[in-house]
């Protein structure tokens, strides 16, 4: 199986400021077809998980755009350009290249 | 409006087994791969299967097989999963998700299950 590590697991960051977050994975996630399959999701608390970003930097739809992904092969970051007050939640990665889909252990990302 | 809708909490003694439903609405039912997964409290999220609805095949998870089955009706257009022989490490929110492809980008609004003597 995939094993995917994120660092950090928890980041306190003041309102307006940039977060970043780290994701990497055991394997490549560069698919035969070109595509790398590298997903970002967010749960704010007492909710379902919700896709953020797919395919490494493609926001989803209604996605603000202060959230972008980047990265290739094994290593890949999701960045908060000015973080907001709803942006309180915790943020996993997962590949979806090869079953089963694995899922990094989660950042848990709060306001100063 | 894509919508996955799943069945309420439920409460099992060890040894029992759970079925669970997601009815799916809002877009044409065998054009989606579906998920399972759980999360146990306080952890992360944890992938169970995938079915292909337009043929019915399914992939587990290596630790689920044996015990988890997911089937689907799609005159309904809704997913069921079934896990047997319940132990008290499968207290969890048990989740239904659809494939984009290569991504989850709708989830369920999630099932607490709760397995205690």
């Known amino acids: 199986d995939i094993v995917m590590t994120q660092t950090p697991l928890s980041l306190s960051v003041t309102p307006g400021q940039p977060a970043s977050i780290a994701c990497k994975s055991s394997q490549t996630l560069l698919h035969s077809d070109g595509k790398t399959y590298l997903s970002w999701y967010v749960q704010k608390p007492g909710q379902s998980p919700q896709l953020l970003i797919y395919?490494?930097?493609n926001r989803f739809s209604g996605v603000p755009d202060r959230f972008s992904g980047s990265g290739s092969g094994t290593d890949f970051t999701l960045k908060i350009s000015r973080v907001e007050a709803e942006d309180v939640a915790i943020y996993y990665c997962s590949q979806s290249i090869h079953l089963p889909r694995t899922f990094g252990q989660g950042t848990k990302v709060e306001i100063k | 409006q894509v919508e996955l809708v799943q069945s309420g909490a439920e409460v099992k003694k060890p040894g029992a087994s759970l079925k669970l439903s997601c009815k799916t609405s809002g877009y044409t039912f065998n054009s989606h791969y579906l998920h399972w997964l759980r999360q146990a409290p306080g952890q992360g999220l944890e992938w169970m299967g995938i079915i292909n609805p337009t043929f019915g095949n399914t992939d587990y998870a290596q630790k689920f097989r044996g015990r988890f089955t997911m089937t689907m009706d799609t005159s309904t257009s809704t997913l069921y999963m079934e896990l047997n022989n319940l132990r008290p490490e499968d207290t969890a929110v048990y989740y239904c998700a659809r494939e984009l492809p290569k991504a989850l980008d709708y989830w369920g609004q999630g099932t607490l299950v709760t397995v205690s003597s």
């Open positions: 395919e490494v930097s």
